[in-house]
C-alpha cells in the first residue's frame, strides 16, 4: 500500500484554476492507478479522474471533461491535478486513492489520502 498526502487545496475565484498534487510513498509509485475523487457537503463522493500505470487517464465525471487534466511524474512519486475555469460546483474535498494498475471502481482504490478542501467562491 501507498501513503498518499495531497496538497494545493485552497480558495479560488469562478473561472480560476488550481492544481492539486497527490505525494505517495511507500511502496513502488509506479505500479498503481491514481484516482482523484471529490466529496462535497451532503453529496457522496465522485469520481473525476483517474491515470493508470500506463500513463491512461478515465474521466469519471462529464462535469469536469476539458476543464481538468491529470497527469503523473513517477520520479517525483506525485499525481497531479490541473482545474480550470473553476465553478462553484466543484467546491468539494479532493481526495486521491491509489488502486493496482487499473482505474475502476471506488471500492479498488485501498489507500487514500487525508483530503484537500478546494473552495471556489460565489
Known amino acids: 500500500q501507498l501513503q498518499l498526502v495531497e496538497s494545493g487545496g485552497g480558495l479560488v475565484q469562478p473561472g480560476g484554476s488550481l492544481r492539486l498534487s497527490c505525494t505517495a510513498s511507500?511502496?513502488?509509485?509506479?505500479?498503481?492507478?491514481i484516482g482523484w475523487f471529490r466529496q462535497a457537503p451532503g453529496k457522496e463522493r465522485e469520481g473525476v479522474l483517474c491515470?493508470?500505470?500506463?500513463?491512461?487517464?478515465?474521466n469519471y465525471a462529464d462535469s469536469v471533461k476539458g476543464r481538468f487534466t491529470i497527469s503523473r511524474d513517477n520520479a517525483k512519486k506525485t499525481v497531479y491535478l490541473q482545474m480550470n475555469s473553476l465553478k462553484s460546483e466543484d467546491t468539494a474535498v479532493y481526495y486521491c486513492?491509489?488502486?493496482?494498475?487499473?482505474?475502476?471502481?471506488?471500492?479498488?482504490?485501498?489507500?487514500w489520502g487525508q483530503g484537500t478542501q478546494v473552495i471556489v467562491s460565489s
Open positions: 486513492g491509489a488502486a493496482l494498475v487499473l482505474c475502476g471502481q471506488a471500492s479498488s482504490f485501498r489507500s
Open positions: 511507500g511502496s513502488t509509485f509506479a505500479a498503481y492507478a
Open positions: 491515470i493508470n500505470n500506463s500513463g491512461g487517464s478515465t
